[in-house]
């Protein structure tokens, strides 16, 4: 499975700017995964790929999505990849992404807080996760775990 970010669009079959309705029906058509949300008009609805261990969290402003969060897949060898511009941003070390990114003409703001924000994207990047993923030589994250993409940041 592989998941395109598309900024100032969305991701797979959730658009940016579209109503809880035509959220939840994209979901039904995804078919592969479980929900949590069942209220007529949720702050987010929490979706999990079993098979992936790969989470997404769809937010909603005003009833309609403002934003699509993803959390890396915790089975290592799931055949799924989440691209931005190209680049596999689960899968690709955060260190050489963000250069990639950067090389690419994107403007990429760090923080000390571990969140790494492409400002005119409207994405923001993170390895804050407590979950036991591969680790570089200095026992940091080796790559980013958490992305998002939004109408603003």
Known sequence: MELELVPHTGVGPFRLGMPVEEAR??????????????????????LTHDAYELDVVLGFTKGVLSGVELYRFRNEDADVRVVLDGLDVFRTPSAELF???????????????????LPELKV????????????????DPLYYDYVLLADRI
């Open 99 to 117: 250069e990639q990114l950067a090389e690419r003409g994107h403007a990429v703001e760090e923080n000390d807080l571990g969140f790494d924000a």
């Open 25 to 46: 029906a994209a979901v039904a058509e995804w078919g592969v995964l479980r929900t949590a949300s069942s209220d007529e008009e949720p702050g987010q609805i929490v």
């Open 124 to 139: 923001i990047l993170a390895n804050q996760s407590s979950y036991e993923y591969p680790v570089d030589e200095d026992g």
